[in-house]
C-alpha cells in the first residue's frame, strides 16, 4: 500500500497500458480518476477500481484540447478530494488500419495531417495536462508527474517518424518540466515502453505484416515475436503491469529523489 488514499488522474485510461497503470495505482491503495476519449471504456476501468475499494470517477477527455484537459483535472480534484499523481498516457501510433499497405509510413508518406495527429495527441497532449496540473501542485507544494514517452522516442526507426519525434519531444518537456517543479517538491519523470502487445502493440505488427519489406507476408503475431526475437535482451515483451509497476515506484515516496528522468522499461531493446 505505497500510495494510500493518494489520488491519481490517468489520460488514456480505458485500455492498454492506461488500465493497467490505473489498476496498478489502485492495488497500491491510490483512488483513481480514469480519464479517455472513450467513455465507456474509461467507465468499464472505473468500476474495476471500485470494485478494489478505491474511489474512481471516469472523465471522457480529449487531450488534443486545452479546456478538456483543465475541467477533468478540476473535476478530479473536486470530486476525488484532490490530485497527487498525474500519469500522461493517452496516445496514438500514427497509422490506421484502413491506410494504403503498399505505402510503408516512411517520412514522405507521412501526411500533414498524420503529423498533426500525433503530435496533437502524444506531445501537446502532455504538455496541457502537465500545464493545467502545475498550479494545484505549486500550491499543494508535492505532486508527482509521470509522463509515458516510449523506447521510440530513444531509438528511432525508418518508419513512424512523427510517433518517434513525438516521444523524443515527450523526454525533453519531461526534463523541462522536472527542472521548474523540483523547488516545489514535485517529481516529473516519464517512463519509456518497449514493446507490449496492446491495441497499439498489435495494430503496429498488423501495419508492419502489410507494409514493411522484411515482415510482409508473415501474420501480425509472427511479425510481434520477431520484433521481441530480434530487439529485446530479454526475448520475451514487457506487459501492460511492468509499465504499471515503473509508474507506481515513480509515483511513491521511494522514489523522491528522481527528477527529470525517463526510466526504460523495455527488456533490454535500448542501453543509455
Ligand atoms: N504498446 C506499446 O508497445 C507501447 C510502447 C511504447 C509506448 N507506448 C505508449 O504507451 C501509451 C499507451 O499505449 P497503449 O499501447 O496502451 O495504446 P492503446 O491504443 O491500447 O491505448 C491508448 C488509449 O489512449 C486513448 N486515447 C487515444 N487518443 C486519445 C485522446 N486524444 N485523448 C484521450 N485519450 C486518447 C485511447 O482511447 C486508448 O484508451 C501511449 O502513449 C503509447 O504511445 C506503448
Known amino acids: 500500500m505505497r500510495l494510500k488514499d493518494r489520488v491519481a488522474l490517468v489520460t488514456g485510461g480505458g485500455g492498454g ?40 470517477i471516469a472523465l471522457q477527455t480529449d487531450v488534443r484540447f486545452a479546456d478538456q484537459c483543465r475541467d477533468s483535472i478540476a473535476t478530479a480534484i473536486r470530486e476525488m478530494g484532490g490530485l497527487d499523481i498525474l500519469v500522461c498516457n493517452a496516445g496514438v501510433g500514427g497509422y490506421s488500419p484502413d491506410r494504403d499497405p503498399d505505402k510503408l509510413l516512411t517520412i514522405e508518406n507521412i501526411t500533414d495531417e498524420d503529423w498533426d495527429m500525433v503530435i496533437d495527441v502524444n506531445l501537446k497532449g502532455v504538455f496541457l495536462c502537465n500545464r493545467e496540473a502545475i498550479p494545484h501542485f505549486k500550491k499543494q507544494r508535492s505532486g ?11 531509438m528511432p526507426l525508418d518508419f513512424l517518424a512523427h510517433y518517434d519525434a513525438s516521444k523524443a519531444g515527450v523526454i525533453t518537456l519531461t526534463q523541462a518540466v522536472a527542472m521548474h517543479m ?30 514493411h519489406p522484411v515482415f510482409r507476408g508473415m501474420t501480425p503475431d509472427q ?21 504499471g509497476n515503473a509508474v507506481v515506484f515513480l509515483a511513491s515516496d521511494e522514489a523522491k529523489e528522481i527528477v527529470g528522468q525517463s526510466v526504460n522499461v523495455c527488456g533490454g531493446m535500448y542501453f543509455s
Open 17 to 56: 497500458l492506461g488500465e493497467a497503470i490505473s489498476l496498478c495505482l489502485a492495488k497500491e491503495g491510490a483512488h483513481v480518476a480514469v480519464s479517455d476519449l472513450r467513455i465507456d471504456a474509461a467507465e468499464k476501468v472505473a468500476s474495476l477500481v471500485r470494485g478494489m475499494g478505491r474511489k474512481s
Open 144 to 154: 508527482k508527474i509521470i509522463n509515458i514517452s516510449s523506447i521510440g522516442g530513444r
Open 223 to 243: 511479425v510481434f515475436s520477431t520484433l521481441v526475437k530480434n530487439s529485446v535482451r530479454k526475448r520475451t515483451p514487457q506487459t501492460a503491469e511492468d509499465i
Open 182 to 211: 523540483a523547488r516545489y517538491n514535485v517529481n516529473v519523470n516519464s517512463v519509456c515502453p518497449g514493446l507490449i502487445k496492446t491495441d497499439m502493440g498489435a495494430g503496429m505488427a498488423e501495419l508492419l505484416s502489410k507494409s
